[in-house]
């Protein structure tokens, strides 16, 4: 595809001023369920403003892309299950050709005595050890760091080398640093912001536009993309053929649980 065989999907919001917990308070005193730890689930958000009108009446308007499917293969919407996931606001997950689940962990920190199964009571907490999981979808390993990022960098490097790939996708809601990033043989190939898709980097920079057009997302464009994270992991599953499903969550499954990571 070019840059001329499409018309991105453009969606228009309105984002309104709001104190860091006013939605969460209100929701709490109306009896939703409100976890500690994830993103607000979005029916919830709605049902606050449709219960404020007056915050939309002041609020700025603006636009964004949306990713979707232009040709066959994975698609953000097949990461949908994404948003209020276990996963979390802070993650990173990195598929790797070429080495067994327990070789990841090794080069992602951990040692044989960190190697268990992890169960559904353990996450990563600021006191406590950095929980890693790993699974086999088809040729590719697969290791989710939860609160972490640990698979960038020189261990990225190491991932990938000797030949091998290795793709990561980092996501950090707090400091807006979102990554989708694609190694060989110990190079980084191309680094994207996958919410800002220009601000790219690395020996071949463009190496991905392909993926992006195939999403509806022009790479010359300085747009900001509405959905970036199932963006993202929809390229990473174009480029490895693993499609990750919430079944690939379920635990007990092999990881770790890194001391001294935070």
């Known amino acids: 595809m070019s840059d001329a065989d499409f018309t991105p999907l453009r969606v228009t919001y309105q984002a309104p001023e709001l104190g860091r917990t006013q939605i969460r308070d209100w929701a709490r005193a ?8 994830g993103r607000m689930a979005r029916e919830i958000t709605e049902a606050f403003l449709a219960a404020h009108p007056e915050v939309l009446e002041q ?11 232009r040709t066959p293969g994975a698609s953000p919407e097949d990461y949908a299950w994404e948003e209020g996931s ?3 606001e802070i993650y990173t997950i990195v598929f790797v ?15 044989d005595e960190d190697i268990r199964l992890i169960i559904d009571e ?17 040729n590719w390993t697969v290791a989710i760091e939860d609160c972490g990022w640990r698979a960038q960098g020189k261990v990225l490097a190491a991932l990938s080398g000797d030949g091998r790939e290795a793709v990561t996708v980092k996501r950090h809601n707090y400091a807006a640093q979102h990554h989708l990033s694609y190694a060989v043989d110990g190079e980084l190939v191309t680094d994207i912001n996958p919410a800002f898709p ?4 690395g020996a071949d920079p463009d ?11 022009d790479p010359a464009a300085d747009d900001h993309v509405d959905n970036p994270i199932p963006a993202a992991l929809a390229i990473a599953s174009r480029i490895t053929g693993a499609v990750i499903t919430p079944e690939h969550l379920r635990r007990p499954i092999l990881g770790a649980a890194i001391p001294g990571a935070h």
Do not use: K
């Open 30 to 37: 109306n009896g939703y369920l409100v976890s500690e730890r």
């Open 59 to 69: 609020a700025r308007t603006f636009e964004m892309v949306r990713a979707t499917a």
């Open 86 to 88: 276990r996963l979390g």
């Open 97 to 111: 050709r070429g080495l067994d689940e327990r070789e990841v962990l090794h080069r992602l920190g951990a040692v």
């Open 122 to 138: 353990d996450y990563s907490r600021p006191e406590g050890p950095e929980i890693i999981t790993v699974r086999r979808i088809g």
């Open 198 to 201: 220009i601000h790219r980097h």
């Open 207 to 217: 190496g991905l536009n392909r993926h992006l057009r195939e999403l509806g997302i």
